[in-house]
């Protein structure tokens, strides 16, 4: 960024005034809410009993200070030292056993964090860390970028809708506990398509245009000059909705990036209802009667995909490297990688000795057993992961899937998985010792 830091607060300090003066608004419309309603649960502090209006009013009234002192050049920002951290915090290694941690932390306290207060305090702390992060001009410009606000909108928005059908399941399981059906099948009233659902349709129509023009107005549109083969941006970017794909092409040959492992989430979605044996749930939320699909969607959706989309959008910068949230990105930063192939680390590193190569003037048939003997430590432990570790999950963790399933389907589940983990155990690798590919057969373009 060109530009002092009070040039950059003097040039956002307008629009960060009016949006705490939003999320004052929004914390006074949500107690106005809970009093229309009559929902006034409330709290100890001490001797001192105090309800979640007062809260959310008292929330809305520090937000509307706030406001005044943004607008003056002065908004809160985070320290130097916390914004180190955070940058460091932010390695994808960090990021994404981070992010695995932190969706087994919401699995099992999903009875908390589901309840209305504590998700609209948990919305208001997001919120203002936002706020406090847009004062950093390097944050800013990732953020701000035309490109990128609508995915910003869009992380909040997948929290949101993931909190409505988790809070939805939550209660259908306890209803269940009590021995009372769903929610959904208590409500045996009728919408008629006209005027209810074509009314309501409209409206939205008539909002979301309103929307768009605002946003056309107050947005550039993210356009760049005319492609020249000469001179391509950097970073180079894929759509948000393929950066995930992109990502995926570091750590695996293009042709398994892009062909193999698209076509093997095709055909595990098409799978899906060969290989359910579990009816429950049809129809309705719940969790605690799925608990195993729960958690694969939970990881395949967020972990494999969400992740590495964020990942592309917001942590990779010049020369495909990764930055910290508030670090500059210096399209002069050279990191050194010496990307090492699973032979290598075997024959040479481990062993001590040269790979293994055919003699001189050998024909096809000798060179390709020397290949082959070449990367035998990687297609071992290849075979040992997809052809002897299903039998071992069988007789332990998966004994009961395996008897329901029997053998044909229980064997495309467990592989289907099996592959699905091998992404992030192979983008770890990478990250920490440098493995380029467990199996290396550049002479027949075979990488794994």
Known sequence: MHGSHADFLARIQMGLGFYYLLLAALNWG????????????YFKLGELTVTNIAVWLFVGGAFLILAPVAMMGSPPEFSEGIKHVINELSGPVTL??????????????????????????????????????????????????????PIVGLVFLLGFFTWVATRQAVINDDRRKQGLPPIEKTNDEKVLVWPDLVYTEMICMVALTALMLVWAIALQAPLEEPASSVKTPNPSKAPWYFLGLQEMLVYYDPWYAGVVLPSIVVFGLMAIPFLDFNKAGNGYYTIEE????????????????????ILGTFLRGPNWNFFGPFEYWDAHKVLAQNNVDLSQYFWGDWLGRGMPKAPSGSGAGMEFLYILYRESPGIILTLLYLIV??????????????????????????????????????????WTVNLKYIISIPEYFLNF
């Open 96 to 149: 994404t056993v981070g992010s695995l941690a932190g969706m087994a932390v919401l699995y099992f306290f999903r009875g908390w964090w589901t309840r209305p207060p504590i998700a609209w305090a948990l919305l208001n702390l997001s919120l203002f860390l936002m706020g406090l992060a847009v004062t950093d001009a390097n944050f800013f410009e990732i953020v701000g970028k035309p490109d990128n606000v």
């Open 290 to 309: 799925r608990k195993f699909s729960y958690i694969v969607f939970q990881i395949g959706f967020f972990e494999l995909w969400i992740v590495l989309i």
């Open 389 to 430: 570790l299903p039998p071992i999950l069988a007789a332990t963790v998966f004994r009961s899937f395996f008897v329901k399933m029997g053998l044909i389907r229980y064997m495309i589940m467990s592989n289907l998985l099996l592959l699905m983990a091998s992404l992030p155990l192979k983008m770890v690798l990478r």
């Open 30 to 41: 949500g107690a106005l809410l809970m009093w229309r309603e009559g929902a006034r649960p």
